[in-house]
């Protein structure tokens, strides 16, 4: 017993000097005042462009060029064509004023992808056309079109099995 009081004691002596520790925080330096004359100090630079931009609901639909690939059959010249003229647009989205109100950047916004639509399908033939006038949403987003329904022929009905008479017990 007097053993365990003492195993006790000890264990808890560790560890409320642990937690001492452990709370312990060092208090930074001051630094001595300095008498010295003022820096002049010269006022922070904004960048015109920072890296990531707040984003923005004015319209903007990249092209879904892996939609547009599969469904149209583009070939590679024309999916080439069609990733330059997608990253043309997307850095044209991207350097729009951060400073136009959300009427003039929504405007702009419809205005590039019209055009963009417009040399987008000067590209294409016209069975791609067609194809890709089904996909087009009124909002500017494609859409797959919906798979064909498989028509079932209709199946005869198989008659049950006649009853099993009884049989009768003697």
Do not use: W
Not at 84 to 91: G, R
Request: net charge positive; with cysteine.
């Amino acid at each position: 017993m007097k053993t365990f009081i003492h195993i006790a004691a000890v264990t808890g002596g560790l560890l409320l000097c642990t937690g001492s520790f452990a709370q312990d925080k060092s208090t930074p330096a001051k630094q001595p005042a300095t008498t010295a004359t003022p820096v002049a100090t010269t006022p922070a630079v904004k960048p015109a462009v920072t890296a990531t931009m707040p984003r923005v609901n004015d319209g903007f639909q990249p092209m879904n060029l892996g939609l547009l690939m599969k469904q149209l059959t583009l070939t590679p010249e024309q999916m080439g064509k069609a990733k330059e003229l997608d990253a043309t647009y997307m850095k044209m989205h991207a350097a729009l004023p951060a400073t136009l109100t959300q009427e003039q950047r929504t405007g702009q916004v419809k205005g590039m992808m019209a055009k963009r639509d417009a040399e987008f399908k000067a590209m294409l033939t016209a069975i791609q056309l067609k194809q890709y006038e089904t996909m087009r949403q009124p909002t500017g987003a494609l859409v797959s079109p919906p798979a064909p329904v498989p028509t079932a022929t209709p199946v005869k009905p198989i008659p049950a099995p006649a009853p099993m008479p009884l049989e009768k017990k003697k």
